[in-house]
């Protein structure tokens, strides 16, 4: 089966979802399926330095105690799949454009999974600045990327064409929200759906493509 799955790589439901979706395809290996990550930026609008956090957060959930609600939750949900959440170590909110062209790039030398993780960990864990193109180009030669050639790709911003268009056909298709998932291009889920709901899907997708071979 063939799964695209948009997401940001500042969305910590992306992050999340991520995760019990790789923790789904472990327990359902007799699938082998064709993952592809596609860009989508929440807010494309932060200038590429970025912005503060604690002002960006302030001015989007200026209720503190539900912004810190939403953080325990999240932290909940992280500790059961394995991911430590902590956004007391976040003091930049990224422009991401450039994180998306290194999943792009990474996509052309078969590491786009990893790199794709290896970015959301390095933010939510970690509290690294992911809108900056010395960070980035770290993070990328560590899961095994040549260094230099991440440089020129964020720096001339190589594959940018790809990123926007497929940004925009996200739009096309009536993505609003992330994380969403699209299997063999006709069935979408969205959300970090629990490692069971992923698992389920699975099957019932495969049943599906098998009924439409035995019918043909």
């Not at 860009?39 to 970025?50: N, R, S």
Request: hydrophobic content about 40%; overall charge negative; glycine content about 8%.
């Amino acid at each position: 089966m063939r799964i695209d799955i948009y997401s940001d790589t500042v969305c910590p439901w992306c992050y999340l979802g991520k995760r019990r979706f790789d923790l789904a395809i472990a327990a359902r290996p007799q699938y082998e399926p064709t993952v592809t990550w596609r860009p989508f930026e929440l807010d494309p609008d932060i200038p590429v330095e970025g912005v503060d956090r604690e002002t960006y957060m302030a001015a989007r959930m200026p209720d503190q105690a539900r912004l810190q609600q939403a953080h325990a939750e999240l932290e909940r949900h992280g500790d059961a799949c394995g991911i430590r959440f902590r956004f007391d170590l976040v003091s930049r909110v990224p422009n991401t454009r450039r994180s998306h062209l290194l999943v792009a790039h990474a996509a052309r030398h078969g590491l786009q999974a990893a790199v794709k993780d290896r970015i959301m960990r390095a933010y939510f864990e970690e509290g690294c600045d992911i809108g900056d193109p010395d960070e980035l180009v770290r993070l990328g030669t560590e899961v095994g990327l040549h260094g230099p050639e991440v440089r020129n790709v964020l720096i001339l911003r190589i594959g940018q064409d790809g990123v926007v268009a497929a940004e925009r056909h996200a739009t096309v298709l009536g993505i609003t929200g992330v994380p969403t998932f699209i299997f063999d291009g006709q069935y979408t889920i969205s959300g970090a759906q629990e490692v069971g709901v992923f698992a389920r899907i699975f099957d019932q997708v495969a049943e599906l493509k098998l009924g439409r071979g035995v019918a043909s």
